[in-house]
């Protein structure tokens, strides 16, 4: 008595929802996986994004739209508001290109090199993150004054730093470096050093190996870098203050012109500016997320 033999393929029928998507309206939510706990997690989240963001969010948008487009315009028109947008957008702009370089090559110098010191460097660029905003400003206000350390270098020249939009540039810098260290050094800590050496072995230049080599993998984290950073300078208010100055037209910033609005209880011209910094920010962020995912697509590089 023969038994044929049995196909392989036919031994073993995948059970319901393993191995394929739920069909219908959900198809792209994923199967049911061994670790359960997706439903409340995906519930928890939601949750988290609408109490946290999303409602304070639209409640902003709400009340500033009581005064209709035409309202708004006319806050944004505003000399005394236009000035603290400029200042307080490009100021952070710049700041966070400049926290950018130089936090690519303290993230360089950290990761490539040994040197005695290096682990307390290391600390102390988490700094910013731990020192309270009003310490910061109290601390680079006495250094960058006329008659503080760094400030009477330059007061012989008439040059001032602090109470100045030189001094919140330095302010915003300060904050802003930690970002992109951060985000770029496990990066170079993944990059091998064979790389290099293959490059200068095919006869490239030191040049040629930092554009071509280097830099290709490390431009998304460096975006994401300058993102953050952006982020954090447009909102940053306690650092700021004790060094700006605060002369309307000159070094008063969007967020302390919030703050006085809303001393004066003008609470819908408060919410007004708060929109427009919104709707400005929101713009720049979704503009360098689309070039940070051009340049994944581009480089090769996730």
């Given at each position: ?161 602090a109470y100045t939009p030189i001094g919140i540039f330095i ?132």
């Amino acid at each position: 008595m023969s038994i044929a033999p049995t196909s392989s393929s036919s031994s073993v029928s995948p059970g319901p929802g393993r191995g394929r998507r739920r069909g219908g309206p959900f198809s792209r939510f994923p199967a049911p996986s061994v670790i359960p706990g997706f439903g409340i997690s995906f519930g928890y989240t939601i949750l988290y994004l609408s109490i946290i963001v999303l409602i304070p969010l639209g409640g902003l948008v709400l009340r500033a739209s009581g005064i209709g487009l035409s309202g708004l315009w006319a806050v944004a028109s505003d000399q005394r508001v236009a000035a603290a947008l400029r200042l307080s957008f490009g100021t952070s702009f710049i700041a966070a290109i400049v926290g950018s370089v130089f936090g690519l090559l303290i993230a360089w110098v950290l990761t490539r090199y040994r040197f005695p010191g290096r682990r307390l460097i290391d600390a102390a660029v988490d700094l910013p993150f731990a020192l309270p905003t009003a310490v910061a400003g109290i601390a680079l206000s006495a250094i960058y004054a006329q008659n503080g350390l760094i400030g009477s270098l330059f007061a012989p020249y008439g040059i001032r730093i602090a109470y100045t939009p030189i001094g919140i540039f330095i302010a915003l810098v300060f904050i802003t470096i930690p970002f992109t260290v951060r985000t770029v050094q496990p990066l170079i800590a993944e990059i091998d050093r064979e790389l290099e050496e293959a490059s200068a072995t095919l006869g490239a230049r030191r040049g040629q190996t930092i554009w071509r080599v280097l830099l290709p993998p490390l431009i998304p984290a460096i975006l994401t870098g300058f993102a953050l950073a952006f982020a954090r300078a447009v909102g940053e208010y306690g650092s700021v203050i004790f060094i700006a100055g605060n002369l309307p037209y000159v070094s008063e910033i969007a967020p302390l012109l919030i703050v006085i609005k809303l001393e004066e209880f003008d609470y819908t011209g408060a919410t007004a500016i708060a929109t427009i910094m919104l709707t400005i920010s929101f713009s720049v962020l979704l503009i360098i997320n689309l070039i940070q995912a051009w340049s994944r697509k581009r480089f090769g590089y996730v």
